[in-house]
């Protein structure tokens, strides 16, 4: 079946630097791309969604981008910090799967100070 | 606003013996799903539900069982439990396009973390 996977299952940074997380995609329908971050023992929380008719789009602290020629979308985390440590996935929202969101496998994102 | 609650948030069973995870939201969310995820991998959807009375088979149903008699509650039943239902369960709510681009954003809950010996 079509799902959402991630490039690296583990990113390891020194507080301070920026960090790139990259997910490649599938299914070229899909219309909402969603980053969640992960802490250990909790639930996975919203970060920043993106719609498929854009390419960019920023928060605090965190960029996502995405490019549909080659399915691939990447969340940017700037000046790390030790807080940002945690599982980071990226879910798309395809259309056979009504509401439901599909995930990929996860980074995990280790900053070290 | 609790958001979404979960209980137990652990659990262990012996293989067959049954049990029911609990969910419950206070947002008033029509929509729900159960998700599972096992060691290094992403979340699967066991089931979810569009509005009381109303439920639908995810990717990885098999074994489990849902209701949904009330819009706050939404139940997971385990009625044979085997160890590869060894895993963290997540119970999660969703108003649609609440996200800032009008992406469907699921609200989740903490987890419930099982272990069938």
């Known amino acids: 079946g079509e799902s959402v996977g991630l490039h690296l299952p583990t990113l390891s940074v020194q507080e301070g630097d920026n960090s790139i997380i990259n997910c490649a995609y599938s299914?070229?329908?899909?219309?909402?791309f969603i980053w969640y971050k992960q802490e250990s023992g909790k639930g996975p929380q919203f970060i920043i969604d993106?719609?498929?008719?854009?390419d960019k789009r920023q928060g605090q602290r965190v960029t996502v981008l995405l490019n549909k020629t080659v399915k691939h979308l990447s969340l940017q985390i700037a000046a790390t910090q030790p807080g940002d440590s945690a599982v980071y996935f990226c879910?798309?929202?395809?259309?056979?799967?009504?509401?439901?969101?599909?995930f990929g496998k996860g980074t995990t994102l280790s900053v070290s100070s | 606003n609790a958001g979404v609650t979960q209980t137990p948030k652990f659990r262990i069973l012996k293989i067959g013996q049954s049990m029911t995870l609990q969910c419950t939201q206070d947002?008033?969310?029509?929509?729900m799903y159960w998700y599972r995820q096992d060691p290094g991998m992403g979340l699967k959807l066991i089931y979810y539900?569009?509005?009381?009375?109303?439920?639908d088979k995810g990717e990885v149903p098999n074994g489990y069982n849902v209701s949904r008699s009330t819009t706050e509650d939404f139940p997971l039943r385990l009625e044979l439990a085997a160890p590869s239902q060894t895993s963290v369960y997540f119970c999660?709510?969703?108003?649609?396009?609440?996200?800032?681009?009008?992406?469907?954003?699921?609200?989740f809950g903490a987890g419930s973390r099982l272990t069938v010996l």
């Open positions: 879910a798309e929202n395809p259309p056979q799967a009504g509401t439901a969101l599909i």
């Open positions: 299914n070229s329908a899909s219309d909402y």
């Open positions: 993106i719609r498929s008719n854009m």
């Open positions: 947002m008033n969310h029509n929509y």
């Open positions: 539900s569009v509005g009381a009375g109303i439920t």
């Open positions: 999660a709510s969703l108003k649609p396009g609440t996200g800032v681009s009008g992406a469907n954003v699921l609200t």
